[in-house]
């Protein structure tokens, strides 16, 4: 299935199937509130059918938005927005600590039929103006199947220390609050996916099993509130993210909100030294359809890395 790609410079990617469906619009123009981390983002993400499955600004955490890369604890910066947890006081809104992820570039900008691959060029700024991080970012949009009701979005980054001592990388866990690790590359989703079924292969486990589990794949599927019809996300580590020295974990919530990351600093802390980087390649799937555990392996199957 073939796909049209628009790009208002300086503002934002925009992705729309043949159906006239827009399935991504990547944001990367500056966010006007500090507060909640200026870093680019997709929204709105949608399914072939038109569903929406991407939440922006909920109430309850208005620095959630859509899919976009986080880093919630990074040498006492956070890279995620909102209130910083300190051990012993709780959530606080600590706006000296907000770093941003500024957008440099577009050195890899390619349109196929079918396809859409960019790289973005990004840097990491602690809240005083000091840059820590250089990222190289690639999306690629694939997999545009009308027959399968799905598509894929590819997010991979590379992340190397800039600054002359290493980056502290954590999360809400690791400064002592139990099963919160949430850090990294995360999915909110809008309120109808509250409660939704979270799942993973060779397991029975819910969304409270799941978190801080290890796998291969996650699905989050729901049955949408304004249109008859449920829709399915598959969130995916490519096979060498399971080999890092950084191990990941899934965090996994369908209560209060929805929402899942691939964490990589979910139980420990770890350090990158001055001048190394870490990398990582995901992939999202968003399909429409209330997809179960063998239709989700038997697709992946579909789509070597």
């Known amino acids: ?133 250089r990222e190289l970012r690639g999306l690629v949009v694939h997999s545009v199947d009308e027959e399968a009701g799905a598509w894929a979005l590819d997010w991979s980054i590379r992340l190397t220390n800039t600054r002359a001592e290493p980056l502290r990388f954590g999360s809400p866990t690791t400064e002592g609050r139990e099963m919160a ?42 049955e949408h509130d304004d249109v008859d019809g449920h829709s399915t996300l598959v969130f995916a580590h490519a096979p060498e993210n399971l080999e890092a020295v950084h191990e990941s974990h899934w965090f996994v919530r369908a209560e209060p909100i929805p929402t899942v990351a691939f964490s990589w600093a979910f139980f420990e802390e770890f350090e990158l030294p001055p001048g190394e980087s870490f990398a990582y390649r995901y992939r999202v799937v968003f399909a429409d359809g209330g997809w179960d555990r063998e239709r989700v392996a038997a697709h992946l199957e579909e789509m070597p890395w």
């Not at 790009?7 to 992705?15: E, F």
């Open 1 to 133: 299935m073939s796909i049209r790609v628009t790009h208002a410079h300086g503002d934002h990617i925009a992705v729309t199937a043949a159906n006239g469906t827009e399935i991504l619009r990547y944001v990367y123009r500056p966010d006007p509130d500090a507060f909640e981390s200026r870093k680019p983002y997709a929204h709105p993400v949608r399914t072939l059918a038109g569903h929406t499955v991407t939440g922006y600004r909920p109430s309850d955490h208005r620095w959630h938005k859509g899919l976009q890369m986080t880093a919630s604890h990074l040498s006492g910066q956070n890279f995620w927005g909102g209130n910083c947890y300190v051990h012993g006081q709780g959530y606080l809104p600590l706006p000296e600590r907000i770093g941003s992820m500024r957008h440099d570039g577009f050195p890899v900008f390619a349109v196929e039929d079918d396809r859409l691959t960019f790289a973005e060029e990004l840097t990491w700024v602690e809240n005083g103006g000091e840059e820590w991080a």
């Open 181 to 222: 690790g949430y850090t990294g590359l995360q999915w909110r989703g809008p309120r109808d996916f509250t409660g939704g079924t979270a799942f993973a292969p060779e397991s029975d486990a819910d969304a409270v099993k799941l978190m801080g589990s290890q796998g291969p794949w996650v699905a989050f599927t729901t």
